[in-house]
């Protein structure tokens, strides 16, 4: 048996794949109901919390005319009995066409398309990688900025427990534009992430200032939650969970192009008043996750988009 397509590592694709997804997900925010899906199933495994990135998966598939069976509560399936992910992802593929999976466990997503006879979409794998995220922030840069080369990308807060952050480096190995990373020493973006960038000639710079300087030479300001959950030392949480926080007044002077994004959800780090900013752009951000996440499910399937006949 061939192995399914599965999207579990955003280094797995090419720049050409990530610029077809870019404009599928374009279609389907112009196009986000069809029938496409119909007769297909998909099922959500979430074995860690999530609000968007199930909501917005099931959602994709509800609009193109699938249907969803899952879970959003490991407690209440078997593997609270002890049942394997192996013995799981095989039970799970017995049902649907398509397996959409978060897991507390980095690599879990690998593990699972290794072995499973269906495709395998990582929704998030413990501090490892989350590439549909990564494809729906991508799609907010290049909706908002109109390109992918030549930015100014400001990552702030946890750069070293934040999936989010080492997915997107990954995927901007392909295009030329600049990190800046905002963080205290506790939450530095790894040395790996660090030499990735090194290796693949990412321009980066690394600061524990979020000062005006930086934020006013920003295209895009990338907050992150600080992610408590993956501490083992709770006292050290508590000392640098509050250090980052954005302000309106702090964007008084920022480029007229500049965007806020976050991946969310947030805590501290961006205050309420920034939400009526022009540049405050998370919540579209969210909402650009549904058309990544369709453009994803449809081209894990095979599924032909419309477009593409005409
Ligand atoms: N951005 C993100 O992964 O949000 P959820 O944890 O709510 O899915």
Known sequence: MDKPNSFVSISDMTKEDILNLLADADYFESNPNSRILQGKVAATLFFEPSTRTRLSFETAVNRLGGRVIGFSDASTTSSSKGESLKDTIMMVSNYADII??????????????????????????????????????LYSI????????????????????GRTVHSMLQA???????????AC???AMPVEYKEFCDA???????????????????????????????????????????????????????????????????VNE????????????????AKNGLYARQAIICNVLGVEIPRKNS
């Open 185 to 187: 020493k506790e939450l």
């Open 200 to 266: 693949n000639g990412i321009e980066y710079v690394e600061t524990t200032e979020f000062s005006p300087d930086v934020i006013n030479n920003s295209d895009i300001i990338y907050m992150t939650r600080v992610q408590r959950e993956r501490f083992s030392d709770l006292e050290e949480y508590e000392r640098v969970k509050d250090l980052y926080a954005l302000h309106n007044s702090m964007l008084d002077n920022s480029k007229p192009n500049l965007k806020i994004l976050h991946p969310l959800p947030r």
């Open 100 to 137: 959409i999976m978060r897991h507390y466990l980095e690599g879990a997503a690998q593990y699972a398309s290794e072995i499973s006879p269906v495709p395998i979409v990582n929704a998030g794998d413990g501090a490892n990688q989350h590439p549909s995220q990564t494809m729906l922030d």
């Open 172 to 182: 901007m190995k392909h295009f030329n534009s600049k990190f800046v990373f905002v």
């Open 270 to 285: 961006i205050a309420y008043d920034v939400d009526n900013n022009t540049k405050a752009y998370y919540f579209q951000q």
């Open 142 to 161: 290049y909706k908002t900025q109109g390109t992918l080369d030549g930015l100014t990308i400001t990552l702030v807060g946890d750069l070293k427990y």
